[in-house]
């Protein structure tokens, strides 16, 4: 089923006196269960596409449609609410919070998106993710003790403590070495199976693309 769709999207930039446009009519709709992976070289346009359609900054015409709700109609107040409560975020750094263990990272996220769960639910949902994504043994653990590869994994599972409808990853295996970054492609494709999750993911390496479902290729601002 479509969940998400981006209808005849641009977005404009002034340099100075000049206009530039950066994505000139994109057309794309996302499908529950899937990972679709925009590539495409730098300056192409697919980083500043996720984050329009993740609320991150607006577009300068066309809409993007969530679950028959037009985002680019909303204000700013109502799209903060719905990346609080429906959207997740992984980046190419974990950014986590480093006085905080793994545990906590979860039970702040679950905060943040106004979880209706009970103290005693969310520690149950917490450890139930940790054991998911591979790390129920490192719930007390601080950040600088963990690896490259076990923060990016604590920072997926931040992004779906909250059950949300879409996953937006943009370059979440650039800074790591090739045994890691198929780890975690991994772990994504798995949650984004079992959870039924709409991840939509930027990445420049094209070993990653095998655990993708549809690979989307950009160039100048458009879809090849």
Sequence with gaps: MTLFTIDEVRKTFKNGD?????????NLSLKEGEITALVGASGSGKSTLLTIAAGLQ???????LFEGHNLTAMNEEQVRGLRASKFG????FAHL????TVAEQLLLMLDVAGSPLKKHEKKHEVN???????????QHAYPSSLSGG???RVA????????????FADEPTAS????RSKEIMLLLRTLTKTLNITTLLVTHDEEMLAYTDRIIKMSDGVVL
């Design 89 to 92: 975020f992984v980046f190419q």
């Design 97 to 100: 919070v480093p006085f905080l």
């Design 150 to 152: 076990e923060k990016q």
């Design 128 to 138: 139930r993710l940790l054991q998911l994504v591979g790390l129920a043994h490192r």
């Design 176 to 179: 790591l070495d090739s045994q």
């Design 58 to 64: 607006p577009a300068t015409d066309g809409q993007i």
């Design 18 to 26: 000049v206009e530039e446009e950066i994505l000139k009519g994109i």
């Design 156 to 167: 997926i599972a931040r992004a779906i403590i909250h059950q949300p409808k879409v996953l």
